[in-house]
């Protein structure tokens, strides 16, 4: 997440909301913490150190998100994660009743303001063939 900017807008940082995850075991001694912004507290890294926080990035770099959900706070675009991939495609790649789909079977963990706003799809309007 310190590395992704909305495809669309470019604007960073994005939010993550993880609807699944599981505990990859790393024996990687190279794991670098996060420059920019921790998806984990959803802080810029920045405003962490100011408040004396200490964020175990090790251990967060070795979870690995099964299913979620990627948001832009700026354009309100959102983009699924299924199966441990993003799907962070442009507007016009997506399709509507996959992604439809995906908002209904998630709604209960999903912001209301995407769920009804969001772009390029929404549950605002039915399904367009």
């Given at each position: 997440?310190?590395?992704?900017a909305c495809p669309i807008c470019k604007s960073f940082p994005l939010q993550l909301i993880v609807f699944n995850?599981?505990?990859?075991?790393?024996?990687d001694s190279n794991i670098k913490s996060?420059?920019?912004?921790c998806s984990y507290y959803g802080k810029k890294m920045v405003d962490l150190k100011n408040e004396g926080a200490s964020p175990d990035c090790k251990s967060c770099l070795q979870i690995q998100i099964?299913?979620?959900?990627?948001?832009?706070q700026n354009c309100d675009r959102w983009y699924p994660i299924i199966e441990e991939i993003p799907h962070m495609l442009p507007d016009e790649l997506r399709n509507e009743k996959e992604d439809k789909a995906f908002l209904i079977k998630?709604?209960?963990?999903?912001?209301q303001a995407i769920l009804g706003r969001g772009r390029p799809f929404n549950l605002s309007h039915p399904i367009t063939e």
């Open positions: 997440m310190d590395l992704l995850e599981v505990n990859m075991s790393s024996s996060c420059d920019e912004y099964v299913n979620g959900i990627i948001t832009c998630n709604k209960e963990k999903i912001p």
